[in-house]
């Protein structure tokens, strides 16, 4: 499964966590910590600008961390939903037309992670499912360097809440795939269509969904389009042909 590698950030202070699902991952940060003086060193690295570029895979985040001449590389772990919690959510976020739209926008809505736990599946780590390990010598698990990692992960899902669902396992276009899929009744990959979005067989074409489906269907198309020309902009090339 692919990785995303998210740029080092800039060195901030004061509140950094505006949304409710950032100051949820806060939380379980807190939980994870040892000691209070760690989690105090690791927001000060974090703060610093000290942590380097994230790089964000399935279930997976590894950093390093940098404070003078020395480097200290942060690997982490976070459980992965299986294929059942996966299908479930999949559905949770279909169920309403603004999910997708929403998600692609930065926001994940109350109430998706509502129907979720009610589907049984938490996207919200708790502090025991944050594992790390550090190159470090420190004996705290996680120490001041993974604390640090993990605050800086806070800042970027409360950004961008996908990248809690990749962590979850469920990357963008994955989760962009199975959902058409999911809508289409087919399983994802069955299509070469669900890969590269609608042809003349999409909205309003030959297979088109029934009725009921069309504002899902409609955001979609939409989605997968904004998330082609993200990839697209992301490698530094001209996403014009695809407007």
Do not use: N
Request: glycine share 12%.
């Amino acid at each position: 499964m692919s990785t995303v590698s998210h740029p080092r950030l800039e060195p901030r202070r004061g509140a950094t966590v505006r949304s409710w699902w950032g100051k949820a991952w806060q939380r379980a940060v807190e939980e994870a910590a040892y000691a209070e003086a760690d989690l105090r060193r690791g927001r000060a690295h974090a703060r610093a600008g000290e942590v380097g570029s994230v790089t964000v895979g399935a279930g997976t985040f590894l950093a390093a961390v940098l404070h003078g001449d020395d480097a200290w590389a942060v690997s982490g772990a976070v459980p992965v939903l299986d294929e059942t919690a996966r299908a479930a959510l999949v559905e949770v976020v279909r169920a309403e037309s603004g999910r997708v739209p929403a998600l692609l926008g930065g926001e994940l809505p109350i109430d998706l992670v509502e129907q979720a736990e009610e589907a049984g599946v938490e996207l919200l780590p708790y502090g025991g499912e944050l594992t790390t390990t550090c190159t470090c010598d420190g004996w705290p698990d996680p120490c001041r360097h993974a604390l640090a990692v993990l605050t800086v992960l806070g800042w970027l899902l409360d950004v961008d809440p996908l990248v809690l669902l990749a962590l979850r396992g469920l990357p963008r276009d994955e989760l962009l795939v199975a959902v058409h899929a999911a809508g289409r009744g087919v399983a994802p990959g069955a299509d070469d269509r669900a890969d590269d979005g609608w042809d003349a067989g999409g909205v309003g074409g030959v297979g088109a969904e029934p009725d009921g489906d069309a504002d899902v269907e409609v955001a979609l198309d939409a989605a997968l389009r904004a998330a082609r020309v993200l990839a697209v902009l992301d490698e530094g090339g001209d996403p014009t042909h695809l407007l």
